[in-house]
């Protein structure tokens, strides 16, 4: 009689052991939060915010931490505070990074730290000296709050998550520039492209800072493109999905690029800087409802509402 080998343990592959079978994507929702994007004008669920503190101090010397001039930190707070009601009155859960230690200056530019894919988060890797280590932040809030990170951008690569945008569920648009180089975004493709998703690479004109300062997307069928910065091959993409390219009109007093700086919350609906009544009207004329939220003394620091909040969710395609 042939001798029986011994039994292997579960942990070996034996009985007891079952595979993990189901996808990332399929986890969503169950094992990880619900959260993901595959559009940029579905009905926002969820955001990422951190709420600037005396790290702000260090905006005294604008130039060294990459800021417009000095801010008034309870007013940041306070206009700050608005905006995280304004989101909360619009169904939005808010999250906040709310980091161990003392942050670094520009911490509340959370749109800049990571990218969201249905699957999950893309950590970003910020261009800048004095903003490097902010993704760490980032990264354990999404982590605490149940999101799953697919990739963190490495080596030598730069990626800022406000220089990519989905332009449908099949296909995401990725800035290059001086916050995202080219190793950054042959990294995002990468990623992307696993996922069955197509990534268009163009290039910005110099001496701009991020895609968003150039397109934002309010519905399946509208996107506000600034003139002269959204360059051909992008406007080409945009209508070879069926989009309406409105062009800003930036000739007009008023209208700059915090009233640009704008977070779509659902088709044709989005919160903007209050005080920007050209901008508002040319918004309010292709039928898009404005709230508005005040931001300028936030603006100082070089970015307005887009930029300080990390989108985590939206309803799905």
């Known amino acids: 009689m042939a001798a029986i080998g011994k039994q292997i343990h579960s942990a070996y592959g034996g009985p007891g052991w079952r595979p993990r079978e189901r996808t990332t994507s399929a986890e969503i929702g169950a094992l990880w939060a619900a959260c993901g994007i595959d559009s940029e004008w579905?009905?926002?669920?969820?955001?990422?915010?951190?709420?600037?503190?005396?790290?702000?101090?260090?905006?005294?010397?604008?130039?060294?931490?990459?800021?417009?001039?000095?801010?008034?930190?309870?007013?940041?707070?306070?206009?700050?505070?608005a905006l995280a009601a304004a989101y909360r009155t619009a169904g939005v859960q808010v999250h906040y990074a709310d980091p161990a230690g003392e942050p670094t200056p520009n911490q509340m530019f959370?749109?800049?730290?990571?990218?969201?894919?249905?699957?999950?988060?893309?950590?970003?890797?910020?261009?800048?000296?004095?903003?490097?280590?902010?993704?760490?932040?980032?990264?354990?809030?999404?982590?605490?709050?149940?999101?799953?990170?697919?990739?963190?951008?490495?080596?030598?690569?730069?990626?800022?998550?406000?220089?990519?945008?989905?332009l449908d569920a099949h296909t995401v648009l990725v800035g290059r520039g001086l916050r995202t180089n080219d190793a950054g975004a042959a990294q995002?493709?990468?990623?992307?492209?696993?996922?069955?998703?197509?990534?268009?690479?163009?290039?910005?004109?110099?001496?701009?800072?991020?895609?968003?300062?150039?397109?934002?997307?309010?519905?399946?069928?509208?996107?506000?493109?600034?003139?002269?910065?959204?360059?051909?091959?992008?406007?080409?993409?945009?209508?070879?999905?069926?989009?309406?390219?409105?062009?800003?009109?930036?000739?007009?007093?008023?209208?700059?690029?915090?009233?640009?700086?704008?977070?779509?919350?659902?088709?044709?609906?989005?919160?903007?800087?209050?005080?920007?009544t050209a901008a508002q009207a040319f918004y309010e004329a292709l039928d898009i409802t404005c709230r508005t939220v005040e931001v300028d003394e936030l603006a100082k620091a070089a970015g307005a509402i887009g930029c300080l909040s990390g989108i985590v969710a939206r309803d799905r395609m």
């Open 110 to 166: 959370m749109a800049d730290l990571f990218f969201m894919t249905p699957e999950g988060a893309i950590l970003a890797r910020p261009a800048s000296e004095v903003r490097a280590g902010e993704e760490r932040i980032a990264a354990r809030r999404l982590a605490d709050i149940g999101i799953p990170i697919v990739r963190s951008i490495s080596g030598r690569a730069t990626f800022e998550g406000a220089d990519a945008m989905w």
């Open 42 to 81: 579905q009905r926002l669920r969820s955001v990422l915010l951190h709420r600037p503190g005396p790290e702000l101090a260090a905006s005294v010397d604008s130039a060294a931490v990459n800021m417009l001039a000095p801010l008034d930190i309870a007013r940041a707070q306070a206009q700050h505070d």
């Open 188 to 276: 995002i493709a990468a990623v992307l492209r696993e996922m069955n998703v197509e990534t268009i690479i163009v290039d910005m004109p110099f001496g701009t800072m991020h895609l968003m300062g150039m397109l934002r997307i309010v519905d399946h069928n509208l996107a506000i493109a600034w003139p002269t910065r959204l360059v051909h091959r992008a406007v080409d993409a945009l209508r070879e999905r069926g989009y309406q390219v409105a062009f800003l009109p930036d000739d007009q007093p008023g209208v700059t690029g915090t009233s640009f700086n704008f977070v779509t919350l659902g088709r044709r609906e989005i919160v903007m800087a209050a005080g920007h």
